[in-house]
């Protein structure tokens, strides 16, 4: 049955489909490694009983000739998507016990395609981390381990329990959330595919706001095929979420022609700072190579605000975030902690129910949007930020998708960086200037770096051109033959 | 007509601007489908969105846009085809999320006038600074437990229009007059009850004095929520007052926010200017920008009712009526509509007079409304139609009219019933005035000897004894051919 767990989302998708096996099957043996695999502490809650229930309906559905585009198939849902009647942390103590009486609008897509969901993976507290450190269920492992190196390393984050459960075979896929990295940089830690959609393409509505100008799901998988059939089936229009774009959803699959010739590339100089890893750069180059190979032509161009991404992006989420956390305030629902006043019971609740990262982040964005500050940092910010998307603008005038590194290092150990903030928000010094320009941008594994670990390559499309970054994405995976299993996983 | 305030040092002005909060009449709320009826069971009219749950997302509702517009080309205002929803962040127990979503640089309706009706029969023009959208908060109810408040959402995300004048109320009158105005313009055009006691419609006002002559502004203070016209008035009078007396005597006037007592007639410090909230505004990152186009905005503009101002006009115009009656029969639509209903084809005047006569006295007294009047317009119109065409006397019209009342019958089933009707006859006009004369013949030569306004007392005995019915410019005429 371990066999079962191996297989990627369109090889199980034709298996069910040909009767090798059935969705209770499948379903079981996912349930069972994610048992076995309690060590990750990949997930918050586990929901076995409820996947076999789902399984069931598959496989009437697929009995019946009425499956869905995900019929049968195990997923793992990151525990920052509202699931009714299933407990719904954001790792957050403040959301103790909270049960949603409603479904995310991306898991109700999901579902309604007839997946299975085996459980709500852990991540950083409200999605706000690069290392998954900062959930209060605490850090995830990621399943790889250097050579001769039993240390356990972080998975990333904030989609860290997603990005190990998928790299440890616990769901053929999971959802991810990416505010300014979160699914891209897990993704290249753990050796998977990872694929932020442009702002805009999934559904916000039922999932726990962190920054709401920035924050956008999108699946977390083992091959970039697989990635293109569960973004068809998270995305679409939806009257729920104003910011939602009203366009319909692509065929991605068959977007996978395997034809890249005559496309353009673009290499950004400004991702090539003084400092760069040397493997970094190394396995960039060999990305290079390998499209140059399939028939793309590289071209060298310039994105000159990269420098300012960082902390416009430090300004800009915090912002946002002070005030969608507002909320969890012990009034209605979650934490409360009893206080002399309302103010005493405020204090007392968010004191208690946020960790320090939320908190600092909190302090920021209230900082950054208080009377005498806003024009110095938000309004700067935010003119910034249309500086940075006119970079990217002005690029794809002369090329189709943009090739980077997807984080600057590898997976580090776990506990590592944890005392130095900056240190720690230098991971998304690649994904962060795409996510404040909305742009999709998707992480490849392209290879092992001197120690064993995955190291992720990163491409960048236009707005809403999904398809054809997801054609490059899957030449390049091709190229790269990346077969590497991490600890765990047998060959 | 300027109203002055008398100071130990010289007289003084006051300047009053107002932020009124006009609830819009919608079925749903600004942001979720939740309903908005009043008086319904306490957090039975919640969605999620309004309970500030997880990952929920505010969706505009476009009926509160068009009566946003609606109202703002009723104000002649400018209407900003772009407009932006901000966030006002603050914590309280009954602001679920945190913030409430309002408009902050970026209104949805930009300058314009609002016409005040004064008592002298003048107008004032009052300039609107803004008119922008937002939600409203839930309410705290505080004295249902001994040591807890209870939290009623209902009223959470309710549409609320914020109506800013510019400081040019110069008395608590033209305050008050302006209230009614702006209420009576949201009435017409069905963008707010206007219902002050049930909380739609709520107001602040900033009241700053000057010397007079004095150029430039001096500090306000701001008195949030008053809830009535006559509060609004009371409050402005006793700011101001407070406000005199404090620089009369060395000091100055701090900036702050304070609450009317209608008990004390006093208003009160609620905070200061440094405990002021930092509502941190930031462009709403869950909305994109309002965009309206053009023919959406025209296509309001060609559905507007006629307004109370040319109303106005026009009654002044059509049924030559003074500015004064004119504006009494405007301000509410409802009367305005019986008065044109009584006035068709009659004497606007006369019918004038009847509407605010003897009907409003009436209508009081009944304690009913103008949309369920003790007499229809229809036969209010009948019974002037009876003066006019000579069938009753005025003086019976009010006899009839008090027996409308009573029974709800037609005037002229009434007339009928009751023998009524005016007599015209001259032979027996002319019997009654002989009696008359025969029994008062010691008045008769009085008359004739020079006491000329005995002719009254004739007039008189002979409408007496006809029992009114006596036909009064008949009587007239054939009592001085008489009396020679």
């Known amino acids: ?271 090539r700072p003084e400092g760069l890893a040397e493997e970094i750069a190394a396995v960039w180059e060999r990305g290079i190579a390998w499209l140059k190979d399939a028939g793309a032509e590289p071209v060298e161009i310039s994105l000159p605000h990269t420098k300012y991404a960082l902390p416009t992006y430090y300004i800009v989420a915090p912002a946002e975030a002070s005030s969608n956390l507002a909320r969890y305030d012990g009034v209605r629902y979650g934490l409360r902690v009893e206080g002399a006043t309302l103010d005493d019971m405020y204090r007392k609740t968010r004191a208690a129910g946020f960790g320090a990262e939320v908190k600092r982040r909190v302090l920021i964005g209230t900082y950054v949007l208080s009377a005498g500050y806003y024009d110095a940092y938000y309004a700067k910010a935010q003119k910034l930020r249309t500086l940075i998307a006119g970079d990217f603008k002005t690029a794809f005038e002369s090329v189709d998708v943009i090739l980077t590194p997807t984080a600057p290092s590898a997976a580090f150990p776990l506990g590592e960086k944890m005392d130095d903030p900056i240190t720690m928000y230098l991971n998304d010094v690649f994904t962060v200037p795409t996510s404040l320009a909305g742009l999709p941008g998707i992480s490849v594994p392209a290879g092992l770096n001197g120690e064993g670990l995955p190291l992720g390559l990163q491409l960048i499309g236009r707005p809403f051109d999904e398809e054809t970054l997801l054609r490059v994405a899957d030449v390049m995976e091709k190229a790269a033959e990346f077969k590497a299993l991490p600890a765990g996983v047998e060959a | 007509m300027s109203y002055l305030i008398q100071g130990e040092t010289g007289d003084w002005e006051v300047v009053i601007g107002l932020e009124v909060h006009a ?110 959208l937002e939600q409203d908060a839930g309410k705290s109810l505080h004295d249902q437990h001994p040591s807890k408040s209870y939290i009623d959402l209902n009223r959470s995300g309710v549409a609320l229009m914020e109506i800013v004048s510019k400081p040019d109320m110069r008395s608590p009158e033209e305050a008050g007059a ?80 304070r609450l009317f007592d209608s008990a004390k007639g006093e208003t009160r410090s609620m905070r200061s200017k440094e405990h002021a909230h930092d509502y941190r505004y930031f462009p709403d990152p869950d909305l994109l920008p309002l965009v309206l186009s053009p023919d959406f905005v025209a296509n309001i503009e060609a559905s507007l009712p006629e307004l109370p101002d040319e109303k106005k006009e026009r009654f002044m115009r059509d049924f030559a009526l003074s500015p004064y009656d004119a504006g009494v029969l405007v301000a509410d639509k409802a009367t305005a509509d019986f008065f044109e209903t009584v006035a068709r084809g009659r004497d606007a005047k006369m019918a004038a007079n009847w509407v605010t006569g003897d009907f409003f006295a009436a209508l009081n007294r009944s304690g009913r409304s103008i949309e369920d009047p003790p007499v229809t317009a229809a036969n209010l119109g009948g019974l002037i139609d009876l003066i006019a065409d000579n069938t009753i006397s005025g003086r019976i019209a009010k006899e009839v009219f008090e027996l409308m009342l009573e029974t709800g019958k037609p005037p002229a089933v009434i007339v009928e019933e009751k023998g009524l009707k005016q007599v015209t006859d001259t032979g027996a006009i002319e019997g009654v005035i002989d009696t008359v004369l025969a029994q008062n013949a010691d008045k008769v030569a009085e008359y004739k000897s020079g006491k000329d306004k005995l002719f009254g007392f004739f007039v008189g005995q002979v409408m007496k004894a006809s029992q009114g019915k006596a036909n009064p410019a008949l009587v007239n005429e054939l009592l001085k051919a008489k009396l020679g």
């Open chain 1, 1 to 271: 049955m371990t066999a079962l767990t191996r297989l990627t989302i369109a090889e199980a998708r034709d298996g069910l489909a040909r009767g090798d096996f059935t969705a209770m099957e499948l379903t079981e043996a996912h349930n069972r490694a994610v048992e076995a695999a309690r060590g990750l502490n990949a997930f918050i809650t586990e929901t076995p009983e409820l996947a076999m229930e789902q399984a069931a309906a598959s496989h009437e559905r697929i009995r019946t000739g009425r499956a869905g585009a995900l019929e049968g198939l195990p997923l793992a849902i990151k525990d920052l998507f509202c699931t009714e009647g299933v407990l719904t942390t954001a790792a957050s103590h403040i959301l103790d016990g909270f049960v949603p009486p409603y479904e995310s609008t991306v898991t109700a897509n999901l579902k309604k395609a007839g997946a299975v969901m085996v459980g709500k993976t852990n991540l950083d507290e409200f999605a706000m981390g690069s290392s998954n450190m900062t959930s209060h269920y605490g850090g995830v492992e990621n399943p790889w381990r250097k050579r001769g190196d039993n240390r356990p390393l972080v998975p990333g984050g904030s989609s860290g329990g997603s990005a190990a459960a998928v790299a440890a075979r616990l769901g053929l896929g999971a959802t991810g959330t990416d505010t300014g990295g979160s699914i891209r940089q897990p993704a290249a830690f753990c050796g998977i595919v990872g694929l932020k959609p442009t702002y805009g393409r999934c559904s916000r509505w039922g999932i726990v706001a962190f920054a709401s100008s920035l924050d956008q799901a999108g699946p977390m998988t083992r091959t970039v095929r697989d990635a293109a059939i569960m973004l068809g089936a998270m995305a679409g229009h939806d009257p729920k979420d104003s910011t939602s774009a009203p366009l319909p959803v692509p065929d991605f699959e068959k977007a996978l022609s395997g034809d890249i010739r005559g496309l353009k590339v673009g290499i950004p100089r400004e991702y």
């Open chain 2, 23 to 132: 609830q819009v009449i919608s079925k749903a709320k600004l942001f979720s489908g939740a309903a908005t009826d009043f008086g319904a069971e306490p957090n039975t009219q919640v969605s999620p969105v309004d309970a500030g749950m997880p990952g929920m997302l505010p969706v505009i509702n476009e009926t509160c846009v068009e009566q946003a517009v609606r109202t703002g080309l009723g104000l002649k205002a400018a209407i900003n085809l772009t407009s932006v929803f901000a966030r006002k962040n603050y914590f309280y127990a009954d602001l679920p999320q945190g913030y409430q979503i309002s408009q902050y640089e970026a209104p949805i309706v930009g300058e314009g006038t609002i016409l005040l009706d004064l008592p002298d029969g003048s107008t004032r023009a009052v300039g609107i600074e803004r008119l922008h």
């Open chain 2, 178 to 257: 302006y209230l009614k105005k702006l209420r009576s313009i949201l009435r017409y055009l069905g963008t707010c009850d206007g219902n002050m006691e049930e909380g739609s419609m709520r107001c602040d006002c900033n009241v700053s004095v000057r010397p007079v002559g004095e150029a430039g502004y001096r500090t306000r203070c701001e008195i949030k929520n008053v809830n009535s016209v006559r509060f609004v008035m009371q409050a402005i009078e006793y700011e101001a007052r407070r406000h005199i007396d404090v620089y009369e005597e060395g000091g100055t006037i701090q900036q702050e926010t």
